[in-house]
């Protein structure tokens, strides 16, 4: 299919290059053209498309998602984050089959791409469907693992490693775990043992709420970054989630092994995490 975007402003995002005026050629799932070229309106074209000077630029992408949990909008917004998962998310988690969880994350893409999100950062449970979800909408997903107590399993974790980083050129699958504490120390070892193997990157929810540090360093007398850095998590890099409540050796820790961070200050307004 050949699909023609003119009448647009381009933003490229590309360091030192201004948005002009121009026009996107696109052949099947690729952009072939970018420019001002002049007489394409006489090529043959499945599509065209006049912006009407509106912006063209590439897609915006949401670093951290639980896709699924579009059910749980609006319900229970005004609780701290312990209460907000245990008495409120969990329990109807629990309730979820594995069509709902494939159902609502499809209903999560639609919405993405209502909002020009054409890319995400998924975490979830119900692996499985919540993969069919991406596969079956083309949706560009990167699925970090949700392990934790619960759900889920070491060999589940790598199993899905394996099959989703070879599912399609748009899904992909790092390792990763709920949060210290919801995940044993015996599965953050495990998870440790995964990423080794594979040389790859762990992502996990860290140091989101002041509660958070303060039960973790009666448990480990660490903060929950160093904590899970002492079990060798991030060898290979990684991230975390929030990370509103680092201490000056958290951020050494992130910088000495390359790490990123994701910041969600929606989410900390409406959990008042800091």
């Not at 952009?31 to 070229?37: D, F, K, M, P, S």
């Not at 499945?46 to 509106?54: H, K, T, V, Y």
């Not at 409120?88 to 159902?103: A, G």
């Not at 140091?207 to 290979?236: D, I, N």
Request: aromatic fraction near 12%; include cysteine.
């Amino acid at each position: 299919m050949r699909i023609r975007i003119y009448n647009a402003n381009i933003l490229t995002m590309q360091p030192g290059q201004r948005m002009f005026c121009g026009e996107v050629h696109i052949q099947d799932d690729k952009i072939v053209y970018l420019g001002t070229e002049d007489g394409a309106s006489s090529l043959q074209w499945d599509r065209q498309i006049n912006a009407g000077g509106n912006v063209v630029m590439p897609g915006f992408k949401d670093a951290h998602t639980h896709s699924a949990m579009t059910f749980l909008r609006s319900y229970a917004d005004d609780l701290p984050l312990q209460e907000w998962l245990y008495d409120r998310v969990f329990p109807m988690e629990d309730k979820l089959t594995e069509e709902d969880v494939y159902w609502f994350t499809i209903l999560a893409y639609m919405e993405y791409l209502t909002s020009g999100i054409t890319s995400n950062f998924d975490m979830y449970i119900m692996q499985d469907y919540h993969i069919n979800a991406y596969v079956d909408t083309g949706f560009r997903t990167v699925f970090t693992s949700g392990l934790n107590n619960f759900t889920d399993s070491l060999e589940v974790l790598e199993e899905n490693y394996l099959r989703i980083n070879g599912l399609s050129d748009l899904t992909s699958y790092v390792p990763g775990f709920h949060a210290e504490y919801t995940t044993s120390r015996p599965l953050l070892e495990g998870v440790a043992k995964i990423a080794d193997k594979y040389h790859a990157p762990v992502w996990t929810h860290n140091s989101e709420t002041e509660r958070e540090v303060a039960e973790c360093k009666a448990r480990w007398g660490m903060t929950p970054m160093q904590f899970t850095e002492s079990l060798g998590l991030y060898e290979h890099g990684g991230g975390g989630y929030h990370c509103v409540w680092l201490e000056e050796k958290d951020i050494e820790i992130l910088k000495k092994h390359h790490m990123s961070v994701v910041t969600n200050p929606g989410s900390n307004t409406k959990l008042a995490s800091g």
